[in-house]
């Protein structure tokens, strides 16, 4: 779909997008607020075993993962998180720094009657998820980064602009242009023009980073629409990337290494997860999919599966 077919403001399709209709399409599945470090936070969960948590990324929700949760659930008590500010989750002023959101995932499995987790991010959802490992290793089970990971001191020197005829439409792996970064940082703006018109950023923003522009139906662009279409959850979501800066100066403090299993994959990010995990992981198991742009459980989701179940084999 181009910038072109784009719905007007105001007439994003709504039929059939809550999470009550999402999960009719997965049996076996529950929708649940949990009240943790004084949020309420939306989870969707099913299955029996060792816990896997998944924790999406903007402009997503918790149906992110729907693909891949129904075959983890066959051996994984399976719960993917509308974390902090997303979608049926609290939406607070503050707390949007990536350690204070770790707890509230850290605090979720304990509320969910687990002793640790299986902890899986993507996107903001990768960094909350290091952030997890990072503060809470006594519920990390197992760390995984999918495509992004956490901020750090190299984002500091991220160019303003980008590199002389490197940016178009479709993102440049070797070129990235993630002018959003500094969007995002912007408060009070962006809920007024984004609002009641969130999918035609939103239309903008996938096609840059998706591969397999199919992935995403009709209906899964109305879901993420309405998610992010009030003033509310444009705000939060934000936050995640004003707290950047909070999180480059928490990341400094973190242990040198993780000492915990610990799985990248990567899309179209692969390199700049893989020179980060390298860095930061002992001995990470590192997989690139290279036929997958950036959202990698939607594009690629059998061999996430895979990848994803081989890895928890080998720890369970």
């Known amino acids: 779909m181009s910038i072109n077919d784009t719905n007007q403001p105001g007439t994003a399709v709504d039929s059939g997008v809550s999470d009550a209709e999402l999960l009719k399409e997965l049996p076996g599945f529950q929708s649940h607020v949990e009240t943790v470090n004084g949020v309420e936070l939306h989870a ?18 918790w149906w992110a993962y729907h693909k ?18 997303m ?44 952030a997890v490992a990072a503060n809470h290793s006594e519920v990390t089970r197992s760390l995984t980064l999918l495509d992004v990971p956490p901020s750090d001191d190299q984002i500091l020197q991220w160019p303003l ?29 962006p809920e007024r023009l984004i609002e009641g018109r969130a999918r035609i950023l939103q239309d903008w923003f996938f096609r840059y980073l998706l ?22 959850a444009i705000r939060a979501g934000n936050a995640w ?14 242990p040198e290494r993780l000492g915990m299993p610990t799985l990248g994959i990567g899309g179209a ?40 179940l081989d890895f928890y084999r080998q720890i369970d």
């Open 44 to 61: 969707v969960s099913g299955g029996t075993g060792s816990a896997v948590v998944l924790l999406p990324g903007w402009p997503q929700t």
């Open 269 to 308: 990010g692969h390199a700049w997860l893989a020179d980060f995990l390298e860095r930061r992981a002992t001995k990470p198991r590192l997989e690139e999919l290279a036929q997958s742009g950036h959202f990698i459980v939607e594009e690629v989701p059998d061999e996430t599966t895979e990848i994803l």
């Open 211 to 232: 591969k397999r522009e199919e992935a995403l139906t009709e209906r899964d662009h109305a879901v993420y629409a309405k998610a992010y279409d009030t003033r509310d």
């Open 68 to 85: 891949v949760m129904p075959a983890l659930a066959e051996h994984h008590h399976t719960i993917s998180v509308d974390i902090r500010g």
């Open 87 to 130: 979608g049926g989750s609290s939406k607070p002023e503050g707390g949007y720094d990536k350690r204070t959101m770790a707890r509230d995932i850290a605090e979720l499995v304990r509320a969910l009657g687990h002793e640790d987790a299986h902890i899986v991010g993507h996107d903001i959802g990768s960094q909350v998820a290091y």
């Open 161 to 189: 602009l980008p590199q002389h005829g490197t940016f178009g439409d479709k993102l440049d792996p070797d070129h990235p242009f993630t002018w959003w970064f500094a969007f995002n940082q912007i408060k009070g703006m």
């Open 241 to 254: 990337y004003q707290a950047f800066t909070q999180d480059i100066i928490d990341q400094r403090g973190y």
